[in-house]
């Protein structure tokens, strides 16, 4: 059973174009992450959420954390080619230190 | 600042020889953390290591699979007696002190078993 489920799992759009990728559980996370990972590569940190409701905004990116601190999404507005990559949310709950990771949603855009 | 650094990237090994994987955190990071990304899964924590201590290992295989992070030097990944399933992605993480859950990629080594 998979802790944290990425929806969709792969997406492809045009240049341009908005899109929303989501991130899900029943369970409850102390803080969630998103990454970006591209293939040969390590996850890159994109950003932290840590507060029910919380919303962060990164240039074109803005990410989400549940009121319930349960789920998350990521919305990328006016998508790039650049924006190409495997999208990861991690979780950690409690007290641990050790990340719960989905299974990533891969994004194609195209010119 | 330099990243996470890992070494090598990519590690050939035949069934039954020994694997060593090196990791050096971001400066000014002293927590550790290895995980391991199998194709088409996700990532899998493996061990979260303070210097010269193990605090986690819950994600360890029982057998063949070690970690150290000593005083002096990068973090080791060992394991013994490679087998065809330990082909994989091995990802180091670093975090400062009091951010656990910012932790900080390398890019991996890719370990082959033959």
């Known amino acids: 059973t998979q802790l944290l489920e990425q929806s969709p799992q792969f997406l492809s759009i045009q240049e341009g174009e908005n899109l929303t990728v989501y991130c899900n559980s029943s369970s409850v996370f102390s803080s969630l992450q998103w990454y970006r990972q591209e293939p040969g590569e390590g996850p890159v940190l994109l950003v932290t959420?840590?507060?029910?409701?919380e919303v962060k905004k990164l240039k074109r990116l803005t990410f989400q954390f549940g009121d319930a601190r349960k789920d998350s999404s990521l919305h990328i507005t006016a998508a790039q080619p650049g924006d190409t990559g495997l999208y990861l949310c991690a979780g950690a709950q409690g007290g641990s230190e050790k990340l719960v990771f989905g299974k990533g949603t891969k994004l194609t855009v195209n010119p | 600042n330099a990243g996470v650094m890992q070494n090598p990237r990519h590690l050939v090994r035949r069934r039954g020889q020994e694997a060593r994987l090196r990791c050096s955190p971001m400066k000014g990071h002293s927590h550790v953390y290895w995980y391991r990304q199998l194709p088409e899964e996700g990532l899998k924590f493996m061990v979260y290591l303070q210097k010269e201590n193990i605090i986690d290992e819950s994600g360890m295989p029982k057998e063949r699979f070690s970690a150290e992070f000593p005083k002096e030097g990068p973090s080791i990944l060992r394991i013994q007696q490679v087998v065809r399933g330990d082909s994989a992605a091995y990802f180091c993480?670093?975090?400062?002190?009091?951010?656990?859950?910012?932790?900080?990629f390398g890019p991996g080594t890719r370990l082959t078993v033959t």
């Open positions: 993480a670093s975090s400062p002190s009091g951010r656990a859950w910012e932790q900080y």
């Open positions: 959420v840590v507060t029910g409701g």
